[in-house]
């Protein structure tokens, strides 16, 4: 008997986070990860073939992944910053 394709995906997904995921970053509710290589782990499994980047969430010890690279979100974070300062001015 052959399973289905989508079914053997959703069970990798499902089995990949439930070795990897730590469960729910309580600082930001995103999916955390112990350590930047436990991060990194997950990610090949969960999204192979996908460019995925660890980054570690402020203020918590978590780590998160994204697809997006650090020089984007470095000009997200700042755009963010310059909106705030022109509102308190």
Not at 43 to 49: D, I, M
């Amino acid at each position: 008997m052959t399973i289905p394709r989508h079914r053997r995906r959703a069970d990798r997904h499902s089995r990949a986070t439930q070795q990897q995921a730590l469960g729910t970053c309580p600082g930001c509710g995103k999916r955390a990860y112990t350590s930047k290589a436990t991060a990194k782990a997950a990610a090949r499994r969960l999204y192979p073939g996908t460019r995925m980047r660890a980054y570690s969430c402020p203020g918590t010890p978590w780590w998160h992944l994204t697809s997006q690279d650090a020089a984007h979100t470095a000009r997200m974070r700042d755009q963010q910053a310059a909106r705030a300062e022109r509102s308190r001015t």
